[in-house]
């Protein structure tokens, strides 16, 4: 553990905003992220730890306490249980798109989609990072995690994490408590071996992004390099010359209403059904059973409803930008809110609640942040 000085955060997050913290330390083994995090829990100091800085809205303001950087790195592989497949143990400071390009070239599948993806691999978890129809929840075995206050390290499985769309328990939502305040240490997944041979690509969403109308085989370098390539489209590649890549990704969630919500929407907004939880348990005492059981309740389906659709169709077209604002919305995607150019957290954060209130002055919905914030308010 090494305290430095503090650099500005917007050096060091892709929004490239906020000042310099009080505190700052690197911590580049996991030996050295323990104890930092228990230095800084002592201390009784906000906190928070920055990995890639992709998925961060930082404010203005210089954040009163410390910030602890994850910059651990590695791979380990290890047996499988599994016939045919390999675990790889990564430490959480490794970035992600590296590791992709780590078990591609060495035939391991089942994280090939997620190519381009910014940030750590300490941070894929919290936020259940996925692109094109796969996820990392379908090949994470488990986490190495360390609780707030608490002395040692767990190894905790990936059921218990509470994995859904683009989230976690780890997962700090705006306007909510956290669900379990705890830091990344590791991240074991466990893929398949394919070696050089292609392999038919199954998901029909990434069938269609790679362009592909039959099931021959592909090799997972060629889905790679359509992977980049696409993002490169979206302006989903960091590029320090396109202002489109000075984002957080997409800014808002994509909203999830029920049925009865989502049928008063014009027809041609895109939506996906959410599927309820059908395994539910019923307990019913003995000393009140009486030879029946009572129908169980259907819980109203539950719909995902395209939020960029929702922006455009209020009137904000890809490119817009408030007047005199150095903030706009991507010229290439609706839903990434861009930093132009020296913008400040101010005046990104302005347009983000412009964007809201045209969503929800023309459908009645209230578009959520996807990104952590730190020291801002919408």
Request: charged share 25%.
């Amino acid at each position: 553990m090494t305290e430095v000085e503090p650099i500005a955060l917007r050096e060091l997050t892709t929004l490239r905003t906020g000042a310099a913290p009080r505190r700052m330390l690197d911590a580049s083994t996991t030996a050295e992220l323990i104890e930092a995090l228990r230095e800084v829990w002592a201390s009784g100091e906000e906190w928070f730890v920055l990995g890639g800085g992709s998925n961060l809205f930082i404010g203005d303001e210089s954040f009163d306490g410390a910030v602890v950087r994850i910059l651990s790195t590695g791979i380990e592989e290890l047996p499988s249980p599994h016939e045919g497949r390999v675990r790889l143990r990564v430490q959480a400071g490794h970035s992600w798109d590296d590791l992709v390009a780590y078990a591609v070239e060495r035939g391991y599948a089942g994280i090939e989609a997620m190519s381009g993806i910014p940030g750590t691999v300490g941070a894929a978890p919290v936020q259940n990072v996925g692109a094109y129809g796969q996820e990392i929840q379908e090949t994470l075995v488990e986490v190495e995690l360390i609780d707030e206050h608490e002395d040692a390290a767990v190894v905790v499985p990936a059921a218990e994490l509470g994995l859904g769309f683009r989230t976690s328990v780890l997962k700090h939502h705006y306007g909510e408590a956290h669900g379990r305040r705890a830091v990344i240490l590791s991240v074991t997944l466990d893929l398949a071996v394919t070696g050089s041979a292609g392999r038919v690509v199954r998901g029909e969403q990434l069938r269609r992004a790679l362009g592909l109308a039959d099931y021959e085989p592909v090799s997972l370098e060629w889905v790679r390099a359509r992977i980049l390539e696409t993002r490169a489209v979206k302006g989903m590649l960091l590029n320090a010359d396109d202002p489109d890549t000075r984002s957080a990704g997409s800014f808002f969630q994509n909203a999830i209403v029920p049925e009865h919500i989502a049928r008063a929407l014009p027809p041609e907004c895109p939506r996906w059904p959410v599927e309820p939880d059908l395994d539910s348990v019923t307990v019913i005492p003995l000393d009140s059973y009486y030879g029946l059981t009572p129908r169980p309740e259907r819980p109203e389906s539950m719909i995902k409803v395209s939020a960029a659709w929702l922006i455009e169709n209020s009137g904000i077209r890809k490119g817009f930008r408030l007047p005199r604002s150095r903030a706009g919305v991507s010229t290439k995607h609706a839903l990434a809110i861009t930093n132009r150019g020296g913008a400040t957290a101010a005046e990104l954060g302005e347009l983000a609640r412009f964007i809201q209130s045209r969503v929800h002055a023309e459908y009645g919905l209230l578009l959520q942040p996807e990104p952590v914030l730190v020291g801002v308010d919408l």
